[in-house]
């Protein structure tokens, strides 16, 4: 059985071409098509990896995220407009279908461009908040490229997640040399609220704020927000695992920042530049490139000694012993992998019914593992109570595509000829022997009564008159 789900898996991975899990259609909304010269090693990259890409303008008539009721892209990449609403197709209220219908989205902000408003409700339903005036300026008097920022100290040196998360350097900064930094100019910081699918990726040096610059003063009184409060780079997976960046800097991702340019910190060291690497991750794990997670098979079945090895079975019994393995893979580019749990984590079975009866961490399980795809299982026994149950694995990691498997047995009661008897309970031995004295006794008692004879005793004579 995993033997056939494996190849018809294997066969389906072969016949997909497109480099992303979704699908290869990217739209790009720029303020003018001519736009995308600034951008074109960026968007160069994309399309050598497989998308297709096609560019509008926010007043085109033909734009529209959806036809027929169906996505029409399988991704959009928002880059800043000078327009302060961006029309009819592409308000607040499509863009949420759009993630609904797991469609992905790349935004890029600019402080010298004022962010749409139709973007800024959009992000403000996922909690995620700008500066009042929407041309909020990050700087940092501290961590800055002397060479083109003297002044303004408005091109941040930021280092690589590598150094500074260990939870998302897999993703966003395995491959970041040492000494790198990424150069974030003249961008624009966010505020997370507290939801759980929100994760920033990259946060603000302790000494940067943002203000804005139209407002600048000797002293800056009144700020947006400061230090890691701002998030430069965020990051949002939906329940269905659409995602959503929202990066802070859109020259970032312009050619003059690419192919390791130059920097100069304020110690006067030169280092490289980490952010075409950079960027290949953030818009990789945003089109679900990276970070995706499958399921290749489930199998449960009984594991006692003598029982018929069913593959999932529909119905089991109290008290049997059983065990299931869950088998996944993680989608890197453009091939499938094992995905090897980090060692400070676990996948978790659990077996409910209203509330979780067991909750176990799996283990790995070499058996049934591949280079492919990676096994983990666990061994139980039922609990004693009959019922509709579920066998539910509900991992969900930051960065990491969300896997909810949930597969519904029935647990019935023992049959009468499969209750043990009641000599082979050594428990039971007392009462029995209870039993059989009290019958013993009973037996004896009737036949002492039955087989014994009457006194014998002298007869009363008759008195006559």
Same mark, same amino acid.
């Given at each position: 059985?995993?033997?056939?789900?494996?190849?018809?898996?294997?066969?389906?991975?072969?016949?997909?071409?497109?480099?992303?899990?979704?699908?290869?259609?990217?739209?790009?909304?720029?303020?003018?098509?001519?736009?995308?010269?600034?951008?074109?090693?960026?968007?160069?990259?994309?399309?050598?990896?497989?998308?297709?890409?096609?560019?509008?303008?926010?007043?085109?008539?033909?734009?529209?995220?959806?036809?027929?009721?169906?996505?029409?892209?399988?991704?959009?990449?928002?880059?800043?407009?000078?327009?302060?609403?961006?029309?009819?197709?592409?308000?607040?209220?499509?863009?949420?279908?759009?993630?609904?219908?797991?469609?992905?989205?790349?935004?890029?902000? *600019? *402080?010298?461009?004022?962010?749409?408003?139709?973007?800024?409700?959009?992000?403000?339903?996922?909690?995620?908040?700008?500066?009042?005036?929407?041309?909020?300026?990050?700087?940092?008097?501290?961590?800055?490229?002397?060479?083109?920022?003297?002044?303004?100290?408005?091109?941040?040196?930021?280092?690589?997640?590598?150094?500074?998360?260990?939870?998302?350097?897999?993703?966003?900064?395995?491959?970041?040399?040492?000494?790198?930094?990424?150069?974030?100019?003249?961008?624009?910081?966010?505020?997370?609220?507290?939801?759980?699918?929100?994760?920033?990726?990259?946060?603000?040096?302790?000494?940067?704020?943002?203000?804005?610059?139209?407002?600048?003063?000797?002293?800056?009184?009144?700020?947006?927000?400061?230090?890691?409060?701002?998030?430069?780079?965020?990051?949002?997976?939906?329940?269905?695992?659409?995602?959503?960046?929202?990066?802070?800097?859109?020259?970032?991702?312009?050619?003059?920042?690419?192919?390791?340019?130059?920097?100069?910190?304020?110690?006067?060291?030169?280092?490289?530049?980490?952010?075409?690497?950079?960027?290949?991750?953030?818009?990789?794990?945003?089109?679900?490139?990276?970070?995706?997670?499958?399921?290749?098979?489930?199998?449960?079945?009984?594991?006692?000694?003598?029982?018929?090895?069913?593959?999932?079975?529909?119905?089991?019994?109290?008290?049997?012993?059983?065990?299931?393995?869950?088998?996944?893979?993680?989608?890197?580019?453009?091939?499938?992998? =094992?995905?090897?749990?980090?060692?400070?984590?676990?996948?978790?079975?659990?077996?409910?019914?209203?509330?979780?009866?067991?909750?176990?961490?799996?283990?790995?399980?070499?058996?049934?593992?591949?280079?492919?795809?990676?096994?983990? *299982?666990?061994?139980?026994?039922?609990?004693?109570?009959?019922?509709?149950?579920?066998?539910?694995?509900?991992?969900?990691?930051?960065?990491?595509?969300?896997?909810?498997?949930?597969?519904?047995?029935?647990?019935?009661?023992?049959?009468?000829?499969?209750?043990?008897?009641?000599?082979?309970?050594?428990?039971?031995?007392?009462?029995?022997?209870?039993?059989?004295?009290?019958?013993?006794?009973?037996?004896?008692?009737? =036949?002492?009564?039955?087989?014994?004879?009457?006194?014998?005793?002298?007869?009363?004579?008759?008195?006559?008159?």
């Amino acid at each position: 059985m995993r033997s056939l789900l494996s190849l018809i898996v294997f066969l389906f991975a072969v016949s997909v071409s497109a480099v992303s899990t979704t699908g290869n259609r990217l739209l790009a909304i720029l303020d003018d098509v001519a736009d995308k010269d600034n951008y074109s090693k960026f968007l160069g990259d994309l399309a050598s990896r497989g998308f297709d890409l096609t560019f509008e303008t926010p007043k085109s008539e033909s734009l529209a995220l959806f036809h027929l009721g169906e996505r029409k892209y399988d991704h959009v990449i928002f880059f800043p407009t000078k327009t302060k609403g961006l029309g009819p197709n592409l308000t607040p209220n499509i863009l949420v279908q759009f993630l609904n219908a797991n469609g992905n989205v790349l935004v890029t902000l *600019s *402080s010298g461009v004022a962010a749409p408003n139709s973007l800024v409700s959009f992000l403000a339903e996922l909690d995620i908040q700008l500066p009042a005036d929407r041309t909020g300026l990050v700087v940092d008097h501290f961590n800055y490229d002397t060479a083109s920022a003297a002044d303004l100290h408005d091109v941040l040196l930021l280092p690589t997640p590598k150094t500074v998360r260990s939870d998302i350097k897999n993703i966003f900064g395995a491959a970041a040399p040492a000494d790198s930094v990424i150069a974030f100019p003249r961008g624009v910081g966010a505020a997370l609220g507290a939801s759980e699918l929100l994760t920033p990726i990259v946060r603000a040096p302790r000494n940067a704020y943002s203000y804005n610059p139209k407002e600048q003063a000797q002293v800056v009184d009144d700020l947006f927000a400061a230090g890691e409060q701002l998030s430069l780079v965020s990051s949002f997976q939906a329940l269905n695992s659409a995602r959503l960046v929202l990066l802070g800097s859109a020259e970032l991702l312009q050619d003059k920042w690419f192919d390791e340019a130059e920097v100069t910190k304020v110690d006067g060291k030169k280092v490289k530049t980490y952010n075409r690497e950079f960027a290949k991750r953030i818009s990789a794990w945003t089109f679900q490139e990276l970070g995706v997670l499958r399921v290749n098979w489930i199998e449960h079945h009984l594991s006692e000694e003598g029982a018929v090895n069913v593959s999932n079975p529909k119905i089991y019994r109290i008290k049997n012993k059983v065990s299931y393995t869950i088998s996944l893979s993680e989608y890197t580019y453009d091939s499938w992998s =094992a995905f090897n749990v980090p060692a400070n984590d676990a996948i978790q079975l659990e077996f409910s019914m209203l509330s979780p009866f067991h909750r176990l961490a799996l283990e790995f399980d070499k058996a049934h593992s591949t280079k492919d795809a990676a096994a983990y *299982s666990a061994e139980f026994v039922l609990p004693d109570q009959h019922g509709i149950f579920n066998f539910k694995v509900n991992y969900k990691r930051p960065f990491l595509s969300n896997v909810e498997e949930k597969n519904t047995v029935s647990v019935r009661h023992m049959a009468h000829n499969e209750w043990p008897r009641s000599f082979a309970i050594s428990g039971a031995w007392p009462w029995i022997s209870g039993i059989g004295v009290t019958v013993v006794g009973w037996v004896a008692f009737c =036949a002492l009564w039955l087989y014994s004879a009457p006194p014998k005793g002298k007869k009363e004579s008759k008195k006559t008159q």
